[in-house]
Structures are given as C-alpha cells and as structure tokens.
C-alpha cells in the first residue's frame, strides 16, 4: 500500500445525509485517494471527488453558514476556518489539492473596476499558493469565474499559471459549461489543472482523447442542429408553471434582491403570476442533493435569512457533476501514471516533508502547454 493510502473505515456520516451510501452493514471499507478542499463553501468540488472515489481529507471555510453545512455533510471533518492562519502542519497529504479562491474581484458581475489579484478576496490566491509550495501534491484543480481569463488583460491568468509553474506545476486549463453535465444551468467556468512535473497530465485530464463507444461512423453528419436553448420553455402552457429549458447562470445573492441578478430566473404563469426559483430548485441546478444547504442548526436566524444564505453559498458554488467529471479524469490520471511511473521507478507521490527535489521543482520549466509569455508581476 502505499504510504499516503489509509485503511478508511467509514461509518455512515449523517443517517439523513443524501450521500450516505455505504454498504449493507452501513460501513464501507475502502483504501481511497485523499483530495484536500480549500475554499470548500459548500462542497460542491468535495461531493464531486467523492462520487468519484476519494476521500475528502480537509477542508477549509471562513463562511460559518458554510462550515455548517460542510459540517452536517462531513461530521468527521472539522473544517478550518481561514487560508490565512493554515501551515502545511495542517494539510494532511492529500493526492489532489482543489479550491475555487474567491471570485468577487475578478468576476465580470462586478460591472465596474476589478480589483483582479491585487484584491483582498481573490489575492487569496496567493494563500493557496503559499501553501502548495510546501505540500506538493500530485494534482491541483483551482475553479473561478471565466472573468479571471480577462481580469487586467489576462495579466491575472498569466500570474496564476506563472506561480502554478514556477512551483514546478505543468499547467492546462478549460472552459466549461454546467449544461453539457446533466444540469439545465449554463454556467461557464474555468477549470485550471495542474500535475507535478507532468506537462501532459493537465490535457489528459481536461480534454478527452478517446472516443465514446459505440458505433458512430467516422463519415457520421453532426446530427440536427440545435436551437438556442434559452428560447426553448418548457411547462404547461396552459396553467403553467412555464421555465426555460435552460437556466441562466445562479450567482451569489439574497432572497429579497429584486435587481437583475434573480430576475434572469424565474418561473412564470400564464396569469401573469412569476416567481423565482426556489432553493431546492437552485441546488437541483447545480446538482446538489435536495436540501443539501439546510445548515446544522437553527442559529442562522429565520427562513427568509436562511435562504439568502443557500441562495448566495449556491450560486458560489461548483456544479456538482462537473466537479465529479473532473475528479473522475484525475483518478484514472492517478492510476495511470502510477503504473507508468512503477515501470520507470519514478516516484508516485510527492510530499514535502520526504521530497527532496522540492528546490528542483522550483527551477523546473513548465512545459510549454500553456502559450503565455512570461509575465511579470
Ligand atoms: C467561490 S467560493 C467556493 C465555493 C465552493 N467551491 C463550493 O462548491 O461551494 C469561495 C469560498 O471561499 C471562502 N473564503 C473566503 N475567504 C476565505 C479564507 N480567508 N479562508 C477560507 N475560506 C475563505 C468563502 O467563504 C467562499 O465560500
């Protein structure tokens, strides 16, 4: 076994937990992958890799709403509280690293000046980045708002990629769209993928080379062409309700907000009655169990306060599919290199505390899968 494998016996977390699947005996005995959640929220990335197999081995939440929820999910789990105040003494090794940092200072929703890196949210980039110099894991998957493409002219980008490589990462990146992972939602993202000393696991991962199965001809027509999808509703047209097949994308935002945000969702009524979306069709949206944001306990103040709280932590959060699609990707990526590297006699893990080529890693060259020039910061 390896050395950063655990027996993992795993009760059941929460006998009403919707993801509760152990085995008959209510207990799953399992040697998993470990992956660490920084910037947890609610967990979207974290149920996401756990669907895929691995095991959620830290997490970490300022938001005390949040660390609520984590906590009812996660009842073994005592999230940290802030980025800031973490050492690498905390961050048990873990396989993956994944975290969405904040957004708010490079996302486009802003519509004014962005504050991009040099922002006291989004700069907790740069916390991450602290502490991945001392942990080095295998994998890092980093998610954010596509505005972190154009936020000072792609200058932030370039500095994420550069701090990523100059760490000794290979680094890829993708753009993806909730849509397309069994959710109604178009919520586009960006997925950043680095593999240590990998500059071809980041591709392998994102961008699928195989062909799906089947019996597709190779001289095949691309099918029907699609309509618009935000023209396309669905419901009863004659006493409703009516929604569109497809959702705008949720952002952050309270249950009494009447600006554009909400406004882009609703759910109407030939009578000329709307209304917006509710939480629980908000986390269905995002792929979330049903009531997944409840929190613990009743210390969150009355129910309108509570679902500004889901609604907000919601529209932060990572669509749950999407993030199990990728972790799916870096497990296959972990078990192929790990037979790769046995017939090399390369080694499959990479922690700090027993990694001597840390000061190696540092000088190492990113492979060239990412264009940029070199940017200064
Ligand atoms: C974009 S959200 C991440 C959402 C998450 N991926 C999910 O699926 O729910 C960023 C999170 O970072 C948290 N955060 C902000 N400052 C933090 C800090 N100093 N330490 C830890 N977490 C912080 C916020 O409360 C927020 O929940």
Not at 3 to 24: C, D, E, H, I, W
Not at 145 to 166: E, M, N, Y
Not at 181 to 210: K, M, N, T
Not at 215 to 227: E, I, L, M, P, R
Request: some cysteine; glycine content about 12%.
């Amino acid at each position: 076994m390896e050395a950063n494998s655990r027996l993992v016996v795993r009760a059941p977390t929460n006998g009403s937990s919707p993801k509760a699947n152990g085995s008959a005996s209510g207990l799953t005995v399992k040697a998993k992958p470990a992956m660490a959640s920084f910037f947890s929220g609610i967990g979207g990335i974290d149920l996401g890799f756990e669907r895929a197999g691995f095991r959620v081995a830290l997490q970490c939440e300022i938001d005390k709403y949040c660390r609520s929820v984590l906590h009812r999910h996660w009842p073994d789990l005592q999230p940290h509280k802030n980025i800031k105040e973490m050492t690498n003494a905390d961050v048990p090794v873990s396989e993956v690293w994944a975290g969405g940092f904040p957004c708010q200072d490079v996302s486009l929703a802003r519509m004014g000046p962005r504050a991009g890196l040099r922002g006291k949210k989004s700069g907790l980039f740069f916390e991450f980045a602290r502490l991945l110099e001392g942990g080095l894991p295998r994998v890092l998957l980093i998610e954010n708002v596509a505005g972190l493409l154009s936020s000072h002219k792609g200058r932030d980008f370039g500095i994420v990629l550069r701090t990523l490589a100059d760490l000794g990462y290979g680094v890829g990146w993708r753009v993806l769209n909730s849509r397309y992972f069994g959710v109604p939602q178009s919520r586009q993202r960006v997925y950043i993928v680095g593999c240590y000393r990998d500059g071809r696991g980041p591709a392998e991962i994102l961008f699928e080379s195989e062909r799906r199965q089947g019996n597709d001809k190779a001289d095949g027509s691309d099918g029907k062409k699609t309509v618009s999808p935000f023209k396309e509703v669905l419901g009863d047209p004659l006493k409703g309700p009516i929604v569109p097949a497809i959702a705008y994308c949720l952002y952050a935002c309270s249950a009494r907000h009447t600006g554009t945000d909400w406004s882009r969702n609703y759910v109407s009524y030939p009578d000329g009655r709307a209304r917006r979306l509710m939480p629980i069709e908000c986390e269905r949206l995002q792929g979330f169990p049903e009531n997944w944001t409840l929190p613990e306990n009743g210390e969150f103040g009355d129910a309108d306060r509570i679902d500004t709280l889901r609604y907000y932590a919601l529209g932060n959060a990572v669509t749950v599919p999407v993030g199990e699609w990728i972790a799916g990707r870096v497990r296959a990526y972990l078990e192929k290199t790990k037979i790769r590297n046995a017939a090399t006699g390369a080694p499959h893990s990479y922690a700090a505390e027993n990694n001597p080529s840390v000061v190696l890693a540092q000088k190492f060259q990113a492979p060239g899968i990412w264009p940029l020039a070199r940017i200064e910061g």
